[in-house]
């Protein structure tokens, strides 16, 4: 379920571009699209050139969500509470014995212990279990959009966000639902390979080999999970594009910093972008 770790990072196009960032206009109209990952470690920056060139010229910075909002502490409770059971259920009540007994050998393993868990549901397991491996790696660090967040506050650009911080919520406590002994199950054999999958999607989107993206993250989830796949990306991009047109139709340059997956493939915001007439070419 390779998905869970290409969400938390962040993730037909040209190959081997710059990087993955677009420049989309009609008219006189014109915007930036960039994917970004969520989560990046101390010698991935600097950032591409490119990225740089474009927040310099757009006057607001629009991101998924209000950062400034999903940082309070109370929503973060909020959040917290949601991935929990208070209802006098437990974890046991979500999965089954294998894969409790899994889990629970994965966690002796690291040094903890499953008892630590049995509160959260298993959206949180998942969650906890993959930020504390790349915490452990040294890959849990500012990422693409946090970084930009606080340039624009302290360079007073405008901010924007293409949808609510209840989505944003909702979306993280529906992660796996209805397949989550798959979830615990893939995450735990995955861990071994963190560090190469996050090599390769770190690669993938600074040299802009979409292709490579659409490999590791899209192509596994629309084929496996295909309900997730809508919920995950495909519902919210459609949400997201007529707010994007009315960003084009502003006499303000924008920058827009989403996940590097709601770019990918013919569902993608880009794709959607041009067979709605929009130019939409590789910023270089």
């Not at 677009?22 to 970004?36: C, D, E, H, P, Q």
């Not at 209802?87 to 009540?93: C, E, F, P």
């Not at 861990?191 to 590791?216: F, S, V």
Request: aromatic content about 8%.
């Amino acid at each position: 379920m390779r998905y869970l770790i290409l969400l938390c990072l962040a993730i037909p196009f040209h190959t081997f571009a710059e990087t993955s960032l677009w420049k989309v206009s009609k008219g006189n109209s014109v915007l930036f699209i960039g994917g970004t990952i969520h989560v990046l470690s101390a010698n991935d920056y600097p950032l591409p050139e490119e990225f740089s060139r474009a927040y310099k010229q757009a006057q607001q910075i629009v991101f998924e969500t209000d950062m400034k909002e999903m940082a309070k502490p109370e929503i973060q409770q909020q959040l917290f509470q949601r991935m929990m059971h208070n209802d006098g259920k437990s974890l046991k009540d979500d999965i089954k014995e294998e894969t409790y007994k899994a889990l629970s050998d994965y966690l002796a393993s690291t040094g903890s212990s499953v008892s630590r868990f049995n509160q959260f549901k298993p959206s949180m397991v998942v969650l906890n279990l993959l930020m504390s491996e790349l915490q452990r790696l040294g890959m849990a660090g500012v990422g693409v959009d946090a970084y930009f967040n606080k340039l624009a506050i302290l360079d007073g650009k405008t901010l924007g966000k293409l949808e609510t911080v209840e989505v944003q919520l909702s979306v993280l406590e529906n992660l796996g639902k209805g397949h989550e002994d798959e979830m615990i199950l893939s995450t735990i054999a995955e861990m071994k390979e963190l560090p190469l999958i996050m090599g390769e999607m770190k690669k993938a989107w600074r040299t802009g080999d979409i292709n490579k993206l659409e490999k590791i993250g899209l192509s596994p989830m629309k084929k496996d999970y295909p309900g997730l796949y809508r919920l995950l990306l495909v519902k919210r991009n459609n949400a997201w594009l007529p707010k994007v047109e009315a960003l084009l139709r502003t006499a303000e340059v924008e920058f827009v910093l989403v996940g590097a997956l709601h770019l990918v493939g013919r569902e993608g915001v880009i794709s959607q972008l041009r067979q709605l007439g929009y130019s939409v070419k590789l910023f270089k």
